[in-house]
């Protein structure tokens, strides 16, 4: 038996330290030290800049000016709604289409599915900047196709970009156009990932295929949707190239978001402690939003 | 006396050595006409320094703005030798990043101070340096459509003041069938002609002292009146920059106003047009009132951060300085000079075959005297969101008066400059 002979005890105080490979630790310094240079401080950096009136010069003293700023800032409250219409006007109806759209990519009527797959994800591809002049001219009052088409089957044409409903709409619109496909491939990997057995099933015991698909797909899809659903709404919290390319944020501030108000202030008025102030709001609302959705949506059974 | 003219003669070899020993490439950040304008002096400037290659960079205004601010913050870097900067806009560079740029006093620019009219430069200071050099200004004019306003039985002569306009407007609508508007306004997208109309009647964002809110004053209310009864009279429609290039293109406008740098605008975007376009003052809020105004302008400057300031200045004398390199870029894409002795120039008053052989800088260089002052300062940027959401809002009715949205926009920019509404 050699177990009843006893170990010797451990030494004292060299201990866990002394014990602990070192090599790994220095093998990821370099990553730890360009994580702290560059994502770290920044993020500590801009947390004090908020407490700055950055337009004095870099000797401003600490105040609360731009928090107090905020509160009272009305265009913060209009940046602040439109993000939120658009929240929950476009991410629900984006990914309804997204999930209709992957179940029929995933049907097997569907001929020729590589090519409709592709076809779908293809604008998301397409260089932003791109793709916003084209909808620029799309949608221009006087010489857009949309206009055009309006106009031709005796409809009246609308001022699209001049307009704050419509030019939301265009908005919408175009982010719905850029985003379906992407969700809807990962949905359809999610589709994928659901046995055919559980359908078989469901077949033989005389399930319609809307029964099928309400009682089996969604729940089955439900982290799938969920992973989406946090994307988008984190992406549409940050949201700043359509705006910012297609309407300029206006008419007005119609379409400012709180991405291109974000902007505004830090590059075109250089107010960087206020734009850091934005910058901190903006990602505590992600933060409760994610939150919120995993607490409602993300329960396992 | 055979010593002095060996010692002058050293000193001409000196000097014109010095021309011939500048040498090396300056890069230059411009925007769209003024780019052009600045590329047509450098057959001259290569005469006098002909080892200097100048690179001009058409960068768009709003990039050359943006890219030269995060130059700045990122202490000089990425930013070329000659800087081309809004007179509006400057004071944001000097107030917040005082080292990025030459003092050109260092390098001489204050023996020029009494060849450029003293307005030209006090956006352009700091304390006593001199951050830049003035370029050109922007005095305001109406361009117009000689075929289409006389199709419409309007004479441009008989428009003083902006009911004329107004009345005038009524009748191109009816010739037209509303096909044909009086002209395109920025709104919800820019102020400008919030701007024009409130340097018209001496008022603007703030005052010249720049310590205080200006907007809600009587000739800003003014302003803003006037550009509601344009709406409500319906002779004007609504467009961005690129919208209202395309309406002047397609014909859709009879008429633009903006600063006199707008003729190479027209010009160079529509040479088909060439002959039937004319100018005339812009119109006054009064009969016997002020028909002047100046919108935009722009000065060079010099980035410390350049490895070639001498050739930079050098650049920036021969281009601005002088008559010829002023003249040169009027010529080429009607940048309107602020240098006193360019005004002069017999160029000034020939004919213009584009504009109907209209002498008309003889027309725009003659409201130069009478134009109000008015001042940017460091939150031209802050001032100016504000007041393009105010003026969208009050032209779409969401204020019963002018007094009340101009109030709302003062309450506004001073609480975002920190600056009081002036009593």
């Given amino acids: 038996m050699t177990t009843s002979q006893p170990l010797s005890p ?22 730890l030290l360009i994580f702290a240079t560059f994502w770290a401080w920044p993020i500590v950096s ?12 870099a000797d401003a003293p600490y105040a609360l000016s731009n928090w107090s700023r905020l509160i009272e800032d009305e265009f913060f409250r209009t940046a602040l709604r439109n993000t939120m219409v658009i929240l929950v006007v476009q991410v629900p109806l984006m990914l309804s289409l997204a999930t209709v759209l992957a179940v029929a990519l995933n049907s097997k009527l569907l001929k020729a599915a590589g090519w409709f797959r592709f076809a779908f994800f293809a604008p998301l591809v397409v260089g932003t900047v791109a793709y916003s002049a084209v909808f620029r001219l799309l949608f221009n009052t006087d010489f857009g196709v ?76 439900r982290p799938t949707l969920l992973f989406c659903m946090v994307l988008s709404v984190i992406g549409t919290l940050q949201l700043f190239t359509e705006p910012a390319l297609i309407t300029n944020s206006g008419p007005g501030n119609a379409t400012m978001t709180l991405g291109t108000y974000l902007y505004q202030q830090g590059f075109r008025s250089f107010n960087f402690g206020y734009a850091s102030a934005i910058a901190y709001t903006v990602a505590a609302i992600a933060a409760v939003f994610s939150l919120i959705q995993l607490r409602l949506f993300g329960r396992e059974r | 006396m055979k010593k002095l003219v060996l010692s002058l003669s050293a000193l001409l070899l000196a000097g014109s050595a010095a021309a011939q020993d500048l040498s090396g490439t300056i890069t230059v950040w411009s925007w769209d006409a003024a780019a052009k304008a600045l590329e047509s002096t450098i057959p001259s400037f290569n005469k006098k320094y002909p080892n200097v290659k100048v690179k001009v960079e058409d960068l768009g205004n709003q990039n050359v703005y943006d890219r030269g601010l995060a130059g ?36 001489g620019a204050d023996k020029l101070v009494k060849d450029f009219p003293a307005f030209k430069w006090t956006e352009l200071m700091a304390g006593n340096k001199r951050y830049a050099m003035p370029w050109d200004s922007g005095p305001v004019v109406m361009f117009y459509r000689r075929d289409l306003y006389q199709q419409a039985g309007v004479n441009p002569d008989s428009i003083k003041t902006w009911d004329d306009f107004i009345a005038a407007g009524k009748k191109v609508n009816a010739k037209f069938g509303n096909n044909v508007k009086l002209a395109t306004i920025a709104n919800g997208q820019d102020d400008e002609w919030f701007r024009m109309l409130a340097n018209q009647n001496g008022c603007f964002y703030f005052d010249n002292a720049a310590k205080a809110v200006t907007v809600n004053q009587p000739g800003c209310v003014t302003a803003l009146n006037t550009i509601k009864k344009l709406y409500d009279a319906q002779v004007v429609t609504t467009g961005d920059w690129g919208g209202q290039i395309t309406n002047i293109k397609a014909g859709k406008t009879a008429s633009a106003m903006f600063g006199a740098w707008y003729e190479g605008t027209i010009r160079t975007n529509a040479p088909d047009q060439k002959g039937k376009w004319g100018v005339y003052l812009m119109p006054a809020s009064k009969a016997g009132g002020v028909r002047a105004s100046n919108l935009g302008g722009s000065a060079l400057a010099i980035p410390s951060s350049s490895k ?26 009607g940048l309107v000079p602020s240098l006193l002795s360019a005004t002069k120039d017999p160029y000034v008053k020939t004919a213009q075959p584009y504009w109907g052989n209209q002498p008309v800088w003889q027309t725009i260089l003659g409201t130069l005297g009478d134009v109000p002052q008015a001042r940017g300062t460091q939150y031209f940027q802050d001032a100016r969101q504000i007041m393009i959401v105010v003026q969208a809002d009050y032209i779409k009715g969401r204020y019963k008066t002018a007094k009340e949205a101009l109030d709302d926009a003062a309450k506004k920019i001073s609480s975002a400059t920190g600056l009081p509404v002036a009593k």
């Fill in chain 2, 308 to 333: 070639n300031q001498a050739a930079a200045y050098a650049f920036l004398e021969h281009a601005l300085a002088t008559a010829g390199g002023q003249v040169t870029m009027l010529k080429s894409q």
């Fill in chain 2, 72 to 107: 700045c913050a990122a202490g000089g870097q990425d930013m070329p030798d000659v800087y081309s900067i809004e007179n509006n806009e400057a004071e944001v560079f000097w107030a917040r990043f005082p080292n990025c740029f030459v003092d050109l006093n260092t390098k």
């Fill in chain 1, 10 to 31: 451990p030494p004292r105080r060299a201990g866990r330290w002394a014990r602990t490979p070192k090599a790994p630790y220095l093998f990821i310094l370099p990553y």
């Fill in chain 1, 46 to 57: 801009s947390f004090l800049m908020s407490f700055k009136d950055s337009r004095l010069g």
């Fill in chain 1, 146 to 221: 949309v206009n055009r088409a309006l106009t031709g089957i005796g409809l009246p044409a609308v001022d699209w970009l001049n307009q704050s409903g419509p030019a939301m709409s265009v908005i919408i619109m175009a982010m719905t156009w850029r985003w379906t496909g992407y969700n809807a491939i990962i949905l359809l990997a999610g589709l994928q990932g659901i046995s055919e057995d559980v359908y078989e099933a469901a077949s033989i015991d005389g399930a319609t295929p809307a029964q099928q698909f309400w009682k089996i797909t969604l729940p089955l899809l």
